[in-house]
């Protein structure tokens, strides 16, 4: 290999000749070994992108840099790295895109991947492309339908008619997540309204006790975890019944204050609620019909928002109260809703903000049953409730107890039973469109939903020209006839394909098994694979995924782990959200503000890695960070300063900085004694341990940026110090600690300067010793009544009188030591304070 290079960093020559070098053999550095493998293995993973037309923006870039820092630096520490990327493909924007383009989503989507994958590869990114997978080739969607078999089959996947969210300008069905607190889609930010449809439902709620039990188990932001707790929303209480006045009819509410019963003054039925126009008597039915019929329109985020006005309208009817055999008034209001309970709620208003206030709105009674202090046994002119334990009142045989050491007794006083509900709702898992997983279910009039079988997967997409059905909620998938029109497999009788797609969240929910066995025509993943790489040590990501694929990635993987597919019960060992990037304004990058900064800009000016040093320099990797132009110049400025450092070290017969003397900073020659050369070798090669020390301990610990600063640091003082004081071990700890941030440069510095055989990725990552890193001496704090006049430098462990003899001579202390001290502090390796 000639070793040639220039004099002057070129960083678009560089980076162009290793991105051709790597490759060679599809990037066959990065390829991780499958098992049997005697080294220990390593799962780093990103998630997967959704490839839209618009290309990878440098926010993107800052969760793939951090992977590959560490990837790096893992695959050097002697680990087997898996460092995989695919794609994300299906999904409504690409079905949009071909309506206004009249041209095929699998078109769009090959064109808009091999765009984001030059992106990658430009950058250096050390991805193993030999388990690339696609969710949208058949190969790869066989295995999601395959899980939807299987969930069919254990009566976790089913069909029901149920309110659903729909998007008329998309014209389809929105998955409660995917609707904002403005009622609007989260895609188009058109109005949302509510419609009746049979769907299909995954039963994520059987495992929502699981869900929750298994947090535990993982190293993941609190923050996240307590929003996949509240998601899931998992309330201990009790089912008591309300008998309708004049009827035999019961309202059956759930409350988790059960204390609090004997203090509620009205009951609030959901607008869903089956009984409403049961009991509804003639006067209040108009004024109701309409209440309700306007309520289903509105999505349930719209109508429980929390600075929204309590509305309602009274039915009419009354219930008894169980406890108190008092008559009180039945109500509907939106803020309940049907699919979270019984439907059905008790208003205390003495003890609940939310009943507080409705009552407030709607002129109804309020009764005080608890107080805090038991001396109290009447309370009136309430002004807000009091929602803490206390000292019941007003609560006929319970007055004067502790309102929650007699739950259990008012619980049999007023026949209730103990129940737990959860927030979380079953899955929505069908889309009327057409870009996704075909549903593998075949419709028979005489035998209902029948399985298609396995040996039939996958069920292709069949190509189409239309996208949509103009007004109606159906996939265009029902104008294939020729697709849809079949014979049932039980019976043989006529009988149609399911037409529904599955929902983008399907192929993401599981990609990170098949990775690890991308090319497995008979399994979806082998047994030793998963059982050697999982769960992901290190995944990657945006906070905008906390609740929807965290929590269905992990259902899925739950039930794999049932069925025994994977062995271990959670997916993601470690989660990592990284900060977003706003633009140079401080706002939220995008198109309409024009503040997006395009990373192939950015490489072409700069380079790949200014860019990828830039972004992990910014600010802690978890933090929320706005781009600075100024800031990246300074990183190409210290990027040439090593490339200058290394090259000009490397040079023969150089001379100036090889002499044994310098001069100082008033020009003055200052020779150097085979002594001070002695003591400066100690001290660098104590500077050398203590930056490996640093940068392994930051990267480990995700500091990345704290990490360049300790390389500038080491940078500054090599700098600084003549050449024959620095040996070529010096210059290859930095170009090995740099690698995992500035993989071109550190590739052309390690082989073709420092004349290296191999890629610096294939060496070992330098390691540090403990003995030489140990400082011997220290800057103490010299106080004079307790003020500081002076750090001065000591030997660590020096007693009193050697501190105080040194700490006198200072003449930054001397003037203020013109008394003898009355006394003289001494806190040892700290500081020294005389009083006078």
Known sequence: ??????????????????????AKNNFQLWQAKNPPSRQEEMYILDMFPYPSGEGLHVGHFEGYTATDILSRYWKMRGKNV?????????????????RQTKKPPQDIVAKNIKRFKQQLQTAGFSYDWTREINTTDPKYYKWTQWIFLQLFKQGLAYEAEAVVNWCPKCEIVLADEEVNNENRCVRCGETVTRKKLKQWFLRITAYADRLLEDLDLVNWPENVKAMQRNWIGRKEGVEVNFKVEGSDDCIKIFTTRLDTIFGASYLVLAPEHPIIFKITTPPYAPEVRKYVEQSLTQPESFRTKLDREKTGVFTGAYAINPANKERIPIWVADYVLSDYGTAAVMGVPAHDERDFEFAKIHHLGLKPVIVLDPKIKELEGLHQPITEPGFLIN?????????QEVIDSICLYVGGKKAVHYKLRDWVFSRQRYWGEPIPIIKCEKC?????????????????????????????LALIEDWVNVKCPNCGGAAKRETHTMPQWAGSSWYYIRYLDPKNEKQLVSFSKQKYWLPVDIYVGGAEHTVLHLLYARFWHKFLYDLGVVSQPEPFKQLINQGMILGEDGEKMSKSRG?????????????ADTLRMYEMFMGPLTFTKSWDTKGINGISRFLSKVWSLVTSSQEKNKIGNNLKNKKNKSGILVKFSQQDISSLKKDLESIRQKVIKQVTEDIERLHFNTAISSLMTYVNKLS????????KKHWETLVLLLSPFAPFLSEELWQMVLKHNKSVSLESWPTYDKNLITDKYFLLIVQVNGKARDKIKVKIGANKAEVEKLARNSEKVKKYLTQKPQKIIFVPNKLINFVI
């Open 595 to 607: 503040n997006v900064v395009s990373p192939d800009e950015v490489i072409k000016t700069y380079g």
């Open 82 to 98: 898996l460092h995989p990327m695919g794609w994300d493909a299906f999904g409504l924007p690409a079905e949009n895109y071909s």
């Open 720 to 727: 600084e110090l003549p050449n024959n004081i620095i040996t």
């Open 448 to 476: 209902g939903n029948v399985p298609l079988k396995e040996s039939q997967l996958p069920l292709k997409l069949p190509k189409i020209t239309k996208y949509q059905i103009s007004g109606a909620i159906e996939s265009p």
């Open 395 to 403: 609560s006929g045989p319970f007055n004067g107890r502790r309102s």
């Open 1 to 22: 290999m000639e070793r040639n290079y220039s004099k002057k960093y070129n960083h678009l020559q560089i980076e162009k000749k290793w991105r051709k070098s790597w």
